[in-house]
């Protein structure tokens, strides 16, 4: 049986792990010592994020043990005719072991975050989709935008 919950401080140490599997499969090929960087920097932004509400994380357990999850970003953007209280979110880090998958653990996730961000008057919702994740985005209601997305990453 799998069971869900809103994650709070003391799932630190979860929540690192799931992001650190989940850009092993997106982004293979790290460093030992890139891996130690982000944990600290990754135990760093949860211990905040988390208890102000920055981050909302939702995860799936099956006797008592993760399986998945993933957050959301609330951010505040300047108001937009779609969005008048500037609130927007972002989807981050969707994941679910390898051994869970194929069972709608992360449809389940993705309707909670969503019933979160309605909650909080969020209109819009951003996420970056994998391949393996798009098919599960479109039919929550997900579409590609419709300017050019351009990215900066620095030098």
Known sequence: MITFRRADESDLETLIEQRIEFLKEYQPGTTPEKERDLRGALQDYYREAIPSGECIYWLAESAGKPVGGAG???????????????L?????????FPEFRGRGIAKEIMLRLMDEARALG??????????????????????????????????
């Open 88 to 96: 927007v979110a972002y989807v981050f880090n969707v994941f679910t």
């Open 72 to 86: 959301m970003l609330i951010r505040r953007h300047p108001p937009h005719y779609v969005f008048f209280n500037g």
């Open 122 to 155: 969020i209109r819009r919702v951003d996420l970056h989709a994998t391949d393996m994740g798009r098919s599960l985005y479109e039919k929550l209601g997900f579409q590609s935008p419709k300017d050019v997305y351009l990215e900066w990453c620095g030098d």
